[in-house]
């Protein structure tokens, strides 16, 4: 069956422009989650959503990023006045709670951001 | 808060021998969840293996297999008869009992070579 998948693959981005990144979800899959991932580095949590409600956006790292799944289903991250520092690789992932393996998230290609 | 260790940036592997990768984690937290994940240079995350915290058999898929070490806080993969197609980037992560957020090392990366 299909996975998560994610749109951009490569986005370059001039500093102070404003980016959005999507992510489908396995269907049926009521959780999904963003991470960040710089360069040589383990992923580190964005945000996560359970249907349509943001549950913990704690990782959010300042203001200007804000994540939305109005519907339950996709979802997208949208970057406002870019600087260098976003420049990383942004994972989507899903999974399903309740499921007796609920805690395994499946992942994405990632969009590889890149601000200049 | 937790946090998880991978105390080896990278290891090498000669094809068909067998390499084990260290992964150390702190929690308070009785009950938990830990996986080893694959990231291949096309940047994919595959799911290698998982373990929950209140099993005391490791958990084993084929070719890997883990050390679990609930006292120590300890969590190796051991991948026997290596491919090259094993060479990735390997992370390991945790996640309590509430299933959100994974908790990453910072990752090993794993050369086979033939």
């Known amino acids: 069956g299909a996975g998560v998948s994610q749109s951009p693959r490569y986005k370059v981005a001039k500093r102070g422009q404003d980016v959005a990144l999507r992510c489908d979800p396995i269907?049926?899959?009521?959780?999904l989650f963003w991470y960040q991932q710089a360069l040589g580095q383990g992923p580190e949590f964005l945000t996560y959503?359970?249907?349509?409600?943001?549950?913990?956006k704690s990782g959010l790292p300042s203001d200007r990023f804000f994540a939305e799944r109005p519907e339950g289903s996709v979802s997208t991250l949208k970057i406002q006045r870019t600087q260098q520092e976003d420049s990383a690789v942004y994972l989507c992932?899903?999974?399903?709670?309740?499921?007796?393996?609920?805690?395994?998230?499946?992942f994405g290609p990632g969009t590889r951001l890149l601000v200049l | 808060a937790q946090t998880v260790t991978q105390s080896q940036p990278e290891m090498s592997v000669q094809e068909a021998e067998t390499v084990t990768l260290s992964c150390t984690y702190d929690?308070?937290?009785?009950?938990?969840?830990l996986f080893w994940y694959k990231q291949p240079p096309s940047r994919q995350m595959i799911l290698v293996i998982r373990?929950?915290?209140?099993?005391?058999q490791n958990a084993t898929e084929n070719r890997f297999s883990v050390n679990f070490q609930k006292a120590a806080k300890s969590f190796s993969l051991k991948i026997s008869d290596s491919q090259l197609g094993d060479t990735a980037m390997y992370f390991c992560?945790?996640?309590?009992?509430?299933?959100?957020?994974?908790?990453f090392g910072g990752g090993t990366r794993l050369m086979v070579k033939p």
């Open positions: 269907s049926g899959h009521v959780s």
């Open positions: 959503f359970q249907n349509e409600a943001q549950l913990d």
């Open positions: 373990q929950e915290a209140y099993k005391q």
């Open positions: 929690t308070s937290e009785n009950n938990y969840y």
């Open positions: 992560a945790f996640t309590d009992n509430a299933g959100n957020m994974l908790t």
């Open positions: 992932a899903s999974s399903i709670p309740g499921h007796s393996f609920k805690e395994t998230q499946y």
